[in-house]
């Protein structure tokens, strides 16, 4: 019985196990600049939104030319590089690319990394962790380990 009891608390809690990361979600347009000077106020959809993928990202496209700004976004992704920010000219265009693991990390203009570090870690105050999704999702698996290992004979 205890097995079972064990079995559908798992069944039940596991889609909930799964890796999430709270991510400004938007897009700045000429008409309207609240993603990208303070996404907090964006009034169309959410501003945060919690993804079920590797990363937060923002993007950034400013004409080579004279420096304007042609878009700008921010959002979450899978197949992400190494937190920080990357620069990509090409002969139109520099893009902007940061990429960031941690709850809401994807914010500032896109052209500065937002922990000032850009060194890819997941650190704080010198000790290494995982990132928030995973955690929670490592967390949980522990807590139900330990729970059938005191239920179970």
Known sequence: MKRILLFLTTAFFAPYAAAYIMCYTCVSTPEDSTCLNDPEKV?????????????????????????TLSSFSRGCQNDCEKDGIYKYPDSTFLTYKTYCRSPRCNEGDGTEDPDGKGDGSNEIHGIKGKSGGIAVAASFSTLLLFLGLLILP
């Not at 501003?47 to 496209?61: A, F, G, K, Q, Y």
Request: hydrophobic share 30%.
């Open 43 to 67: 009034q169309i959809g959410s501003p945060v939104t919690n993804c079920s993928m590797e990363c937060c990202t923002i993007t950034r496209l400013e004409f080579i030319e004279d420096g």
